[in-house]
């Protein structure tokens, strides 16, 4: 059986189940960022409070999914998950934190949800990898559809949409060249093992640049509902959706959940609704239905013919 297909585990539905969860729970941590952003929490501390309560927690899942009998890490194993962690966890961290000071929680999801474009993009551009007809229609629905979502906000949002987007594409460019980069190494160390060490990495990294930057006091003088949003956002949205998001891939495969991952920006919208106050508009709805299209056109396999 091969990495990311499904096991002959009789209950499919809960695997679905945990997929669909794990989507809602990560489309949640933008909500979160933004009910934070309200209590003056900046950026970079914000982002290192949630990393301090994923720690432990990484650690604690790393330890579980490296019992047994598992491959020792070499060195080009060690240096991947150094870069790829920087890379995928802490710098597309970063980037969409800075993008949701300026953008509502709605775009943020729909501009992050454009990764598998960019994964297309970056594997043709570097690995030559060709680009079909079907590839391209599905690259026309999804950037069609964004820049719907985007002009609507330019018009009926106060913030710097044009800054908060640009911040959040760097953010799944970055999460895009993560994924590119970590699939042997994720065939060969194992889904739930690799992201553990890369969020491990990532919370070094974030915090190395907390502390570069900005005042250590600031994490202590924090009002309380920024420490229990950002427990919230570590535990619920960061790597409990994580453990859920690969037991369910091992149940259903990458195909199935990454079609059961377009709950996520649906679910952000309606979230920002009712937590936010962000408006719901038929232009938004229907720009973040091409861009689900063109994702879910890209990303599920074709269907093969039976003759």
Same mark, same amino acid.
């Given at each position: ?5 499904? #096991? ?133 629905? #999804? ?165």
């Amino acid at each position: 059986m091969s990495v990311g297909e499904p #096991s002959a585990h009789p209950s499919r539905w809960v695997g679905t189940m945990l997929v669909a969860v794990a989507a809602i729970a990560f489309s949640g941590k933008a909500i979160i960022v933004k009910l934070a952003y309200r209590h003056g929490v900046d950026a970079v501390t914000l982002l290192a409070l949630r990393m301090l309560f994923s720690a432990p927690l990484f650690l604690v899942l790393a330890l579980w999914a490296t019992r047994g009998e598992r491959l020792p890490l070499s060195g080009t194993d060690r240096r991947a998950i150094f870069f790829l962690g920087l890379l995928g966890y802490y710098l597309a961290s970063y980037f969409d934190f800075l993008g949701l000071q300026h953008i509502t929680a709605a775009l943020e999801r729909l501009v992050l949800f454009l990764y598998p474009t960019f994964v297309l993009l970056l594997a043709a551009a570097i690995f030559r990898r060709p680009v079909t007809r079907r590839d391209v229609g599905a690259l026309a629905l #999804s950037y069609v559809g964004i820049v719907f979502v985007f002009l609507n906000d330019l018009r009926t949002q106060s913030g710097n949409v044009v800054l908060g987007s640009f911040w959040v594409m760097l953010s799944a460019l970055c999460y895009a060249g993560y994924l590119l980069g970590s699939g042997h190494f994720v065939q060969r160390i194992g889904s739930l093992r690799f992201a553990c060490y890369a969020g491990i990495v990532s919370c070094v990294g974030v915090l190395a640049h907390f502390f570069v930057v900005s005042d250590p006091r600031l994490l202590v003088s924090q009002p309380p509902p920024v420490y229990w949003l950002s427990f919230l956002m570590a535990a619920v949205s960061t790597v409990l959706p994580i453990v859920m998001t690969s037991e369910g891939i091992r149940r259903i495969g990458a195909s199935q959940a990454s079609v059961i991952g377009s709950l996520g920006p649906v679910t952000t919208i309606f979230l920002g609704f009712i937590f936010l106050g962000e408006a719901i508009t038929a232009i938004q709805l229907f720009g973040a239905g091409l861009v689900m299209a063109g994702v879910l056109t890209m990303t599920a396999k074709p269907v093969k013919s039976a003759g």
